[in-house]
């Protein structure tokens, strides 16, 4: 692992911080490394860490350089700053990130990937270049795009980053002829209300509202209910209101037909399977088909529970 990789691993575990309060904003993580003297047994020194806290509030750059100490202030001209996202350009709740940058004399920027939000898009890196600082870009550039998935997907296709989740048997059924079925056990239905409190909205169709009537809310973790939406024909979902309403996440948790509407416009991001390696039925309704383009991007074991989530193959590029 290069000294440009180590330090960009600190600035993604630095931005993951920020997963609750930085929304609608991207969770990024800067850090300052300066170099050290041949005596002192190690190559470099991190000065000064930061991530972006919350919304409307001072960005990593900002706070990383808030935590360098008084003493090392006049190091600053040799020293490197390491960000997880190109740094801002423009001026929003707060001055752009960039002239800051510029303003300490930073002599070395490492940027994990560029910014796909409009106001920024290479503007920040160019700026830099522009007042004579090294700037490299593309440091564990995807898992710094991973890590603000929801973010890009949001700008760049104007629609929440979606989540389809569903459980089943070991037989591949989500109920039992046609019934309710406990498939979670007490820890996966944990998980789910994790995954609930980093989203911002669920969606089920009218059936599953009316059969079931689940709560979607936070019951079992910390954290902000999200957005409930019911669908049904009379009640189609209008992607584009979501949009608008700055909705950047969507977990889908319908019935077979609901999730089937969205597999039918490859309308998803994600998928999150969750079988129970121990229950069978004698029957029910199937769980839906995995699309032919859904690609195993993580699996976990708990007991009996097997957790499986799929993104979609990469498109080949001509």
Request: proline share 5%; with cysteine; aromatic share 6%.
């Amino acid at each position: 692992m290069t000294d440009d990789e180590k330090y960009m691993l600190r600035c993604l575990q630095l931005a993951r911080n920020g997963r609750q309060n930085a929304k609608p904003n991207p969770m990024v993580g800067a850090v300052i490394v300066i170099p050290q003297d041949a005596n002192s047994g190690t190559r470099c020194r991190i000065i000064g860490e930061g991530y972006h806290v919350r919304c409307g509030e001072g960005h990593a750059e900002v706070n990383a350089f808030a935590s360098v100490r008084n003493e090392d202030e006049p190091l600053l001209h040799k020293a490197t700053m390491y960000v997880s996202l190109e740094p801002c350009s423009h001026y929003g709740k707060t001055p752009p990130c960039a002239d800051l940058i510029i303003k300490k004399g930073i002599r070395r920027v490492v940027v994990g990937c560029i910014d796909e939000f409009a106001e920024v898009q290479g503007r920040g890196i160019q700026k830099l270049r522009d007042a004579g600082i090294d700037v490299t870009v593309g440091i564990l550039e995807e898992e710094c795009r991973r890590l603000n998935r929801r973010f890009f997907t949001f700008h760049r296709l104007h629609r929440p980053y979606i989540i389809l989740k569903w459980a089943q048997t070991a037989n591949g059924f989500i109920d039992d002829q046609g019934q309710a079925l406990a498939i979670s056990s007490s820890f996966t239905q944990m998980l789910s209300h994790k995954l609930r409190s980093e989203e911002d909205a669920i969606l089920v169709g009218r059936i599953t509202d009316d059969r079931e009537h689940p709560q979607l809310t936070v019951r079992q973790w910390i954290g902000n209910n999200p957005k409930r939406l019911v669908v049904d024909h009379q009640h189609p979902l209008n992607i584009d209101s979501l949009y608008h309403q700055n909705i950047q996440s969507l977990i889908v948790e319908g019935g077979r037909k609901t999730l089937d509407s969205f597999l039918a416009q490859n309308l998803w991001d994600e998928l999150r399977v969750e079988t129970n390696t121990q229950l069978a039925v004698n029957g029910g309704t199937r769980a839906p088909h995995l699309p032919a383009n859904a690609l195993v991007a993580n699996s976990q074991k708990y007991d009996n529970q097997l957790i499986v989530s799929y993104i979609p193959k990469p498109q080949e590029k001509d």
